[in-house]
């Protein structure tokens, strides 16, 4: 199973676990599998078109899935998976 880093904002939707399991086996099955344990938590990452929102990054063992397949990156078991809300302010 791969682990999930779960950020603090998102943390009331996974009963406060920062870290969670997944048997996806890629970002888009992730966030499928994501839905049915934590009803609610892919509004908050993906746009209505299925797409993630701009501000969320997401990282399989530090790469940005952005510079690799996107969603269609791949997730092996022992992979850690991180959710990482952009921080703006000035």
Known sequence: MS???IP????RLT?????VESNASSISELVVDLEEQFPGIKDRLCEDDGTIRKFI???VN???IRFL???NTKINNED???IIPAIAGG
């Open 62 to 64: 530090d790469e940005d």
């Open 8 to 11: 603090t904002p998102l943390r």
């Open 69 to 71: 397949d996107g969603v």
């Open 57 to 59: 990054n997401i990282y």
């Open 15 to 19: 009963n406060e676990k920062d870290e």
């Open 80 to 82: 850690i998976v991180s």
């Open 3 to 5: 682990k999930i880093r």
